[in-house]
C-alpha cells in the first residue's frame, strides 16, 4: 500500500500507524500486524457520531476510531474509551524514518569496511578506525580487522589515538598486541620505539631491557 494514500475516508487526515498492544481486543480479532493505521483526529465525522451512537442506542460514553488494517486494507473501526486512548502507542514516523535511515547508513558502512578487508586495505580500514563520526560499531569491527591484517605501520596511529568508547579502546589494544605477536616486536617501555622483542637494547633511547616474562 502506498504510504501517501493512507488517508481516513471520514475526514480526509492522514492515518497515524499505531503499534498494536500485545493484549487482543475482546473481539478476539488477532490481527497479527505490529501496527494499524488509524485515524486519530479527535474531530473527524466518523470518531464523533460513534461517541453519539454508543451514547444514545447503548448508554454507553465511549467511542470508536476509523482503522484500517496495513496487510489487508480492510477497514474496521477499533473501540477507545476516552479521547486520548492509545494515543500513547501511536508510532512516532518521524523518530521511525530517522532510525531506518541509519540502520541503512550503518549497513552502507559495514559493506564498505567488509571490502576494504578483502582487498587488505589497511589504510582506509584505519581511517575508519580513526573517524569519530564513524558508527561506534564499524569502528569497533575496524580495530579487530586491524588486528587481523594490520602491519607495523597501524600501530603508531592505533597507539596515538585515545579512544573514548572503552569498548573500541579494548579492541585497538588488543589488535596492537596481535600486530606485534605476529612481527615479533614490541614497544619499548621507555621511549615507546617499535623494537625486536629479543632486543636486550633500545635502538632508539639506549636503555637496557630486562627481558620480560609474557
Ligand atoms: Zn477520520
Ligand atoms: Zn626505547
Known amino acids: 500500500m502506498e504510504e501517501k494514500k493512507i488517508i481516513c475516508p471520514h475526514c480526509k487526515q492522514k492515518l497515524n500507524k499505531w503499534s498494536v498492544p500485545s ?3 475482546s473481539d478476539g ?3 497479527c500486524t505490529p501496527f494499524l493505521y488509524v485515524c486519530f483526529n479527535d474531530d473527524c465525522k466518523f470518531f464523533r457520531n460513534s461517541w453519539k451512537q454508543m451514547d444514545e442506542v447503548y448508554g454507553q460514553k465511549m ?3 476509523y482503522m484500517l488494517h496495513p496487510d489487508s486494507g480492510e477497514s474496521s473501526s477499533i473501540p477507545a474509551g476516552h479521547r486520548d ?3 500513547g502507542d501511536i508510532i512516532d514516523e518521524i523518530q ?4 531506518a535511515h541509519e540502520l541503512e547508513e550503518r549497513k552502507k558502512a559495514f559493506q564498505l569496511l567488509t571490502d576494504y578487508f578483502i582487498n587488505k586495505d589497511v589504510d582506509s580500514i584505519l581511517a575508519v578506525l580513526l573517524d569519530e563520526n564513524a558508527f561506534g560499531s564499524v569502528r569497533l569491527k575496524a580495530a579487530e580487522h586491524l588486528g587481523e591484517i594490520g602491519d607495523l605501520r597501524a600501530i603508531e596511529p592505533m597507539a596515538n589515538c585515545k579512544f573514548s568508547h572503552e569498548v573500541i579502546q579494548k579492541k585497538v589494544n588488543e589488535a596492537i598486541t596481535k600486530i606485534h605477536k605476529k612481527n615479533f616486536t614490541m614497544e619499548c ?3 615507546a620505539e617499535i ?3 629479543r632486543a ?3 635502538r632508539r633511547c639506549g636503555k637496557e631491557l630486562t627481558a620480560k616474562t609474557e
Not at 521511525?96 to 532510525?99: K, N, Q
Request: with cysteine; net charge positive.
Open 23 to 25: 493484549f487482543n481486543f
Open 29 to 31: 480479532l488477532g490481527w
Open 63 to 65: 467511542g470508536y476510531r
Open 85 to 87: 486512548a492509545m494515543k
Open 96 to 99: 521511525e524514518s530517522r532510525e
Open 189 to 191: 617501555p621507555y621511549c
Open 195 to 197: 623494537i625486536k622483542i
Open 200 to 202: 636486550t637494547i633500545c
